[in-house]
């Protein structure tokens, strides 16, 4: 039973790499979330997808770009990195029917550097 | 977009004292839940409140979603050691039902807690 796995748990990259976050949830959960973590603001979200097929735009997501490959799969990607998205990341998944809340993955912590 | 201040940012606290904590918005909402966050992990659900002036208890926790449904508050009984960790709220502007329901979250800024054996 793992829930929401995300890979890598740790990455560092150069100023204008790309990667690729990958993220997978086994709990069947139409609607999946990519969140970012920064000191003292919270966790606010970049893209979401409410079902698979369908992706849209969150508060941050300028730079990052998403894929929902699949009802599991839901992964988040940065062309061209910069120092700002230096940051923990969090995919997150949710029920469809009643809201239960978010099923959090235990984070990737990207440096740019 | 909406916000949610959170208060206080930060708490230092002596093992066995009580623990407050509020979250306020200028948007009402339908679902406040409240999330632990251990160091190194991703946060976990404590609670959810689906009605205004609801209380609802889960352990030594105790949470209510504010008549105005503007607020939610957070009380922590007789805190241990293990209670450390970083407290979010987030509200929740969807239905609590229905396909409709994309289940965005709005997070406040979080409050840190330490607690002194």
């Known amino acids: 039973n793992a829930g929401v796995t995300q890979t890598p748990k740790f990455q560092v990259l150069k100023t204008g790499q790309s990667m690729t976050l990958q993220c997978a949830q086994d709990?069947?959960?139409?609607?999946m979330y990519w969140y970012r973590q920064d000191p003292g603001m919270g966790l606010r979200l970049i893209y979401y997808s409410a079902s698979e097929g369908t992706t849209d735009k969150g508060e941050v997501p300028n730079g990052y770009n998403v894929s929902r490959l699949n009802k599991r799969e839901f992964s988040l990607r940065l062309e061209s990195a910069a120092p700002s998205q230096t940051s923990v990341y969090f995919c997150?998944?949710?029920?469809?029917?009643?809201?239960?809340?978010?099923?959090f993955g235990s984070g990737t912590r990207l440096t740019v550097v | 977009g909406q916000q949610l201040n959170q208060s206080p940012q930060s708490m230092f606290i002596q093992e066995g004292e009580d623990v407050s904590m509020n979250c306020t918005s200028s948007s009402i909402f339908n679902t406040w839940l409240w999330y632990k966050q251990d160091p190194g992990e991703g946060p976990v659900l404590l609670i959810a409140?689906?009605?205004?002036?609801e209380l609802t208890s889960n352990g030594r926790l105790t949470a209510q979603f504010g008549i105005t449904r503007k607020d939610s508050f957070l009380n922590i009984s007789a805190s241990i050691p293990s209670d450390v960790g970083i407290y979010f709220c987030a509200g929740h502007l969807g239905p609590p039902y229905g396909s409709g329901n994309t289940g965005k979250l709005i997070f406040g800024q979080g409050t840190t807690l330490q607690v002194k054996p």
């Open positions: 409140l689906y009605k205004a002036g």
């Open positions: 997150a998944s949710s029920e469809a029917g009643r809201f239960y809340g978010y099923t």
């Open positions: 709990m069947n959960h139409n609607s």
